[in-house]
């Protein structure tokens, strides 16, 4: 191929994107994490937004719901690959984010959505904390028996006082005098 016909190639496709891109024809900014969108507890998560080199503002932006977006600036930069660090993520920082980048004064691109989600408050092991549980509940078992025991002790020794206390029929305590009735019938002594 000719070197001008090469140059006037190159010139075609140069100006053939840059009249593109003034006419509104951006590509779509790229989303993504550099590790994987189910962060741990307490971790932090680094996004990665990619937007066309003529792009000058980046921000990161987190949707609440499909009406509203939260108009807060997670942070821009003035680079074609910027990258956003969230630390700390909690439920509150979980959820979708994405990018939008600004091309001249009024024209914006927005990305796809990436969903952020939040990991190890259903995860967390309990298994010390029903450990101590089970053992408390153990031993409130345990003073309940102790109590119902002393409690029917208590109720057998007093039975046992009480029947002591009590004074015996006068004709148990009769001397038993062997003989012969009107019936002529030994008597019995008890």
């Given at each position: 191929?000719d070197?001008?016909e090469t140059?006037?190639?190159?010139?075609?496709l140069?100006l053939?994107?840059?009249?593109q891109?003034q006419?509104?024809?951006?590509?779509?900014?790229?989303?993504?994490?550099?590790s994987?969108?189910?962060v741990p507890w307490?971790?932090?998560?680094?996004?990665q937004?990619?937007?066309?080199?003529?792009?000058?503002?980046i921000?990161?932006?987190m949707?609440k719901?499909?009406?509203?977006?939260?108009?807060e600036?997670?942070?821009f930069?003035?680079?074609t690959?910027?990258e956003?660090v969230?630390?700390?993520?909690?439920?509150?920082?979980?959820?979708?984010?994405?990018?939008?980048?600004?091309?001249?004064?009024?024209?914006f691109?927005?990305?796809?959505?990436?969903?952020?989600?939040?990991?190890?408050s259903?995860n967390?092991?309990?298994?010390?904390?029903?450990l101590?549980?089970?053992a408390?509940?153990g031993l409130v078992l345990?003073?309940?028996?102790a109590?119902?025991?002393e409690?029917?002790?208590?109720?057998?020794?007093?039975?046992k006082?009480?029947s002591?206390?009590?004074?015996?029929?006068?004709?148990?305590?009769q001397?038993?005098?062997?003989?012969?009735t009107f019936?002529?019938?030994?008597?019995?002594?008890k």
């Open positions: 191929m070197p001008k140059t006037l190639l190159c010139l075609v140069c053939g994107q840059r009249i891109a006419e509104g024809n951006f590509s779509t900014p790229f989303i993504s994490t550099r994987s969108p189910v307490g971790g932090s998560v680094r996004i937004c990619q937007a066309i080199p003529d792009a000058y503002l921000w990161l932006i949707l719901n499909s009406t509203y977006e939260r108009d600036k997670l942070g930069w003035n680079d690959t910027p956003f969230i630390d700390h993520m909690d439920a509150n920082k979980a959820g979708r984010y994405r990018c939008r980048y600004r091309i001249g004064l009024s024209r691109r927005y990305s796809d959505t990436l969903e952020l989600v939040v990991t190890d259903i967390r092991d309990y298994t010390t904390q029903n101590i549980r089970m408390m509940a345990v003073a309940l028996l109590i119902l025991v409690n029917w002790h208590s109720h057998k020794a007093l039975n006082e009480a002591a206390d009590v004074a015996e029929p006068s004709w148990s305590h001397m038993c005098q062997p003989g012969w019936a002529r019938t030994p008597s019995v002594c």
